[in-house]
Structure formats: structure tokens, C-alpha cells
């Protein structure tokens, strides 16, 4: 469906647990993103790497760790989370091309927190 | 300070109509605009890019900007009910910076 794929596409987990979302993309591309999707609130940027290094966190918790090992695969691993932290949880990657640069999405996971 | 407003909307519209739907941004850097659709419990999909004053048309659809105005529009032609989603704005300054509105609930009712 599309170049970027996530899993796992849905997660429960409780407070105390600690799991990890994977990322992949096929597009070539160089930047990786995560963001976080709350009801009637804008995407929320939590992590953005370019060429694997990171170069943006948007003050986010130390409950949430990104990992970059190379271009194509993104982690974000999870531990003590709290209820607000339920949400969907985005990745997208982007290539600048002739200027300009686009970004698209996987499909996302759908996280509940207990 | 929110960098993209969005009408949150719902916007509602018969089948057939045109759909209109508009997005302010602050930062006049901004070099690069784009609409998103989402459906409910999917991801945002990419519609239009735009990058340059003017409008740009893909099928059904035209992106409108005015850089002057700090200004985006994406208008739907012949709108149908399978359009009805929540069309997101973004806006992106240089480097990685995307900057998303709150998207606007649009319903095509048939």
C-alpha cells in the first residue's frame, strides 16, 4: 500500500510493560519521523532522524527512546507509559528532491495504554 | 502559537458541489505546502504539494497559494462521499520541519 510500513498496527500494553514500535521504509529515502496523533489535536513532531543521527526531539519524555540503526529502519521503544500517552503513533520519512521535500506516512499504531 | 490554523470544521457539502477548504500559516518562511487526507483510523495520505504562488490542479483537485497572504486552499470539484475525511494542512519550513493544523472534517452527504 504504501513504502513506509509499521508494527505492530495495534498495541495494549500497561504501564509497567516495555515494548517497541517498528518502522520501515522502502523509498530510499534519507529522514524518518515520529509523531504522535491525538484526538482534535495537530500531529505532534516527537523525533525526526536524518541519515540516522537524530536532529530533532521535541521534548519528549525519556519514557519514550527512538533508535535509528540505519536509514530505512526506525525504532521507538516504550517503558513505564502513562494513560495519555494512548494515541496513534505515526511514522513518515522524506527526501529532499530538486528543493523541495515531501513526507509520507505509514499506516501507524494504534497504542492504548492501561 | 499555532504555526497552521485549520477550520476544524465539520464542513458539509452535497455530492456534486465544490468543496472548499483553507489554511493560514505564520512563518513566512515557509517554503513548501502540502494537503493530506485522513481517514478515521488510518493515516494521513498526500493529496497535493504545492510550492509555488498560483494555483495547481491534479484531477478533482486544486491547491491555491498565496505566499503574500500566508494563505493555502484546497478546493474539491464534484465532490463525492467518498471524499468525506479530515484534510489536513502542512506546512514546511527548510530541513525536516513539517508543521501540521488540526485538519478540517469534511462530509459529502449523497
Known amino acids: 500500500e504504501t513504502g513506509v510500513t509499521q508494527t505492530p498496527r495495534h498495541l495494549v500494553m500497561g504501564m509497567t510493560n516495555k515494548k517497541s514500535l517498528k518502522c520501515e521504509q522502502h523509498?530510499?529515502?534519507?529522514?524518518m519521523y515520529w509523531y504522535k496523533q491525538s484526538a482534535k489535536k495537530p500531529l505532534e513532531l516527537m523525533f525526526v532522524y536524518n541519515f540516522k543521527e537524530q536532529t530533532e526531539n521535541n521534548s519528549v519524555p525519556s519514557r519514550f527512546s527512538p533508535e535509528c540503526p540505519n536509514s530505512s529502519h526506525l525504532f521507538l521503544h516504550l517503558h513505564t507509559l502513562q494513560p495519555e500517552d494512548s494515541a496513534l503513533y505515526l511514522c513518515a520519512s522524506s527526501q529532499k528532491s530538486r528543493g523541495q521535500e515531501t513526507q509520507y506516512f505509514g499506516p501507524g499504531t494504534r497504542l492504548l495504554v492501561l | 502559537q499555532k504555526e497552521v490554523e485549520q477550520n476544524s470544521g465539520p464542513l458539509s457539502v452535497p455530492e456534486g458541489a465544490i468543496a472548499s477548504l483553507n489554511c493560514t500559516y505564520s512563518d513566512r518562511v515557509s517554503q513548501s505546502f502540502f494537503w493530506y487526507r485522513q481517514y478515521s483510523g488510518k493515516s494521513p495520505e498526500l493529496i497535493m504539494s504545492i510550492y509555488s504562488n498560483g494555483d495547481k490542479e491534479d484531477g478533482r483537485f486544486t491547491a491555491q497559494l498565496n505566499k503574500a497572504s500566508q494563505y493555502v486552499s484546497l478546493l474539491i470539484r464534484d465532490s463525492q462521499p467518498s471524499d468525506s475525511a479530515t484534510y489536513l494542512c502542512?506546512?514546511?519550513?527548510?530541513?525536516?520541519?513539517?508543521?501540521f493544523g488540526t485538519g478540517t472534517s469534511l462530509t459529502v452527504i449523497p
Open positions: 523509498l530510499g529515502h534519507n529522514a
Open positions: 502542512a506546512v514546511s519550513l527548510s530541513g525536516n520541519q513539517f508543521y
